[in-house]
């Protein structure tokens, strides 16, 4: 059962545009979000989190909404430049066992940045 | 970037080999996984270690051990290796578990 879900396995958007990644996820005990990017022969890359208080957090180009209710965030980039392109992993935690939490990983979306 | 390395960064070996694969931080950071990555199913984490000598099952450990003698250092054994797990491997740390910070892989073949 696949409890993050990125439902676009791929995403194209000019240079200059707002790329919008989305992620939504079923287990309602998650707390925290993180987004990752990741280049070819490389490792994944921190880009920005939100935890489950909050609604919005900004860094740079970068912004992450989550609504709760909906049980649903996304990855807003503006404007898009080329070297954005890259796959975009959605990740969740569950803090709430007190202990030893993990974060579970949707399947990634590859956006595509055309100049 | 966080202080994280692999070895070896590529490998083939022969299936019923065993292999190990090392993950090393300069970080000090407590904690530290092993995820594979595949197409089609994202990262799926394999095993991890809140400590040394402490280490716990993820939820596609069947024919991988880990050991954790010391914090700088985590290793990925194959006891037997099978073309199944010819993947590209991750290592990750973290200071308080939030975070996640990965290495930058190990691509495995498995013949």
């Known amino acids: 059962d696949q409890q993050v879900k990125q439902n676009s396995p791929s995403l194209s958007v000019q240079e200059g545009r707002i790329s919008i990644l989305n992620c939504d996820y079923t287990?309602?005990?998650?707390?925290?979000f993180l987004w990752y990017k990741k280049y070819p022969a490389e490792g994944p890359t921190f880009l920005i989190s939100i935890s489950s208080i909050k609604d919005k957090n900004e860094d740079g180009r970068f912004t992450v909404f989550l609504n709760k209710s909906a049980k649903h965030l996304s990855l807003h980039i503006v404007p898009s430049q080329p070297g954005d392109s890259a796959v975009y992993f959605c990740?969740?935690?569950?803090?709430?066992?007190?202990?030893?939490?993990?974060?579970?990983f949707g399947k990634g979306t590859l956006l595509t940045v055309n100049p | 970037d966080a202080g994280i390395t692999q070895s070896p960064r590529h490998k083939v070996t022969e299936t019923g080999t065993p292999v190990t694969l090392r993950c090393h931080q300069t970080?000090?950071?407590?904690?530290m996984y092993w995820y594979r990555q595949d197409p089609g199913h994202g990262l799926r984490l394999i095993h991890y270690s809140y400590g040394v000598k402490d280490t716990d099952k993820g939820e596609v450990s069947d024919g991988y051990s880990v050991s954790r003698s010391k914090t700088e250092d985590f290793l990925l054994t194959l006891e037997s290796a099978t073309s199944s797990q010819t993947s590209v491997y991750f290592c990750?740390?973290?200071?308080?578990?939030?975070?996640?910070?990965f290495g930058p892989g190990t691509r495995l073949t498995v013949l």
């Open positions: 990740a969740a935690s569950d803090g709430s066992g007190g202990s030893n939490y993990k974060l579970t």
């Open positions: 990750a740390i973290s200071r308080d578990q939030r975070e996640q910070f």
């Open positions: 287990n309602s005990m998650f707390d925290y």
């Open positions: 970080e000090n950071h407590r904690y």
